[in-house]
């Protein structure tokens, strides 16, 4: 246990780091020049609104195959990403207490709450399913966050449960079942994506970005939002005349697998293009 005088003296410390580790705190290996910067990023913000944060060491797993991805966080932001650049699976959890300023002390206490496991297990065809799940046993959860960030060789099917956060999936090959509150989502992949695929948000964008040799039967609807679409690739099929500012009822490429899209106070962005993944930081149109 960390008495109170050291913990002061360390919320002082972590709020100069991280003004001072953008300029020369070098990546760790599964992360990328992007992924830093927005570690960098989050841990200004949050040392400047008086939150505790600490970053557990990334686990490494040996993984063969495309790897599925089974994740249920309590609260707050998920990653899931294929980098061929990498031989192994890594897991890295921030764990974030929003207590504020004045309870800074408790809020770093708490931070040990929350606890986390991944663990590997087998799937038909001789891949495997990585398993996340996060929990905490603190009376006041609310203020408790877990941001979570998978890297794997090749990404296959994706189920993913938060709240309080936003989503971010890239590079799959497989099946999507996203469901989150408060948060924008992205699906990006260059592969062609023929399986179900599930997003439902509130409060938040969704950015769905494929390949043309995908296939679907689209139903995407906002409420005080639009569905914007653009396919440069393969073959549109409107399903009906009603389609609105808010709704769109498609087909792509004749295909029949489900692709469910639902959100509220924010836009639904639809693109069928050559290069999903080539966006920066913002996407302001499809």
Not at 56 to 75: H, M
Not at 203 to 229: L, N, P, Q, W
Not at 231 to 248: I, L, S
Request: aromatic residues 6%; contains cysteine.
């Amino acid at each position: 246990m960390i008495d109170r005088p050291t913990a002061m003296r360390a919320a002082a410390a972590i709020a100069l780091a991280a003004v001072l580790v953008p300029l020369g705190e070098g990546c760790r290996s599964h992360r990328t020049v992007e992924d830093q910067v927005l570690h960098n990023d989050r841990n200004f913000r949050d040392a400047m609104m008086g939150r505790t944060f600490h970053t557990d060491d990334a686990v490494e797993l040996k993984t063969n195959g495309p790897l599925a991805v089974d994740i249920d966080n309590f609260s707050g932001s998920v990653v899931v990403r294929a980098d061929r650049d990498v031989t192994s699976t890594f897991v890295e959890v921030r764990r974030v207490s929003k207590h504020g300023i004045g309870r800074w002390y408790e809020g770093y206490e708490a931070l040990d709450d929350a606890q986390w496991t991944a663990t590997l297990e087998p799937r038909a065809g001789g891949n495997q399913t990585l398993v996340v799940r996060t929990d905490t046993p603190n009376p006041e959860k609310h203020f408790h966050q877990m941001q979570v960030l998978v890297i794997t060789p090749a990404l296959d099917a994706v189920k993913i449960r938060t709240q309080k956060g936003d989503v971010t999936v890239i590079e799959n090959q497989g099946a999507v079942d996203i469901e989150t509150t408060r948060g924008d989502v992205r699906m990006m992949t260059p592969w062609p994506i023929t399986g179900p695929v599930t997003i439902v948000t509130s409060d938040g964008t969704i950015d769905y970005r494929v390949r043309g040799e995908s296939k679907g039967a689209f139903d995407c609807e906002t409420v005080g939002g639009e569905v914007r679409h653009r396919c440069e690739f393969g073959k549109w099929a409107y399903m009906n005349d009603g389609n609105d500012h808010d709704r769109f009822l498609a087909t792509l490429n004749d295909g029949t697998n489900p692709i469910v899209l639902r959100t509220t106070e924010g836009n639904i962005r639809v693109a069928v293009v050559p290069d999903p993944t080539a966006v920066g930081i913002v996407i302001r149109d499809p």
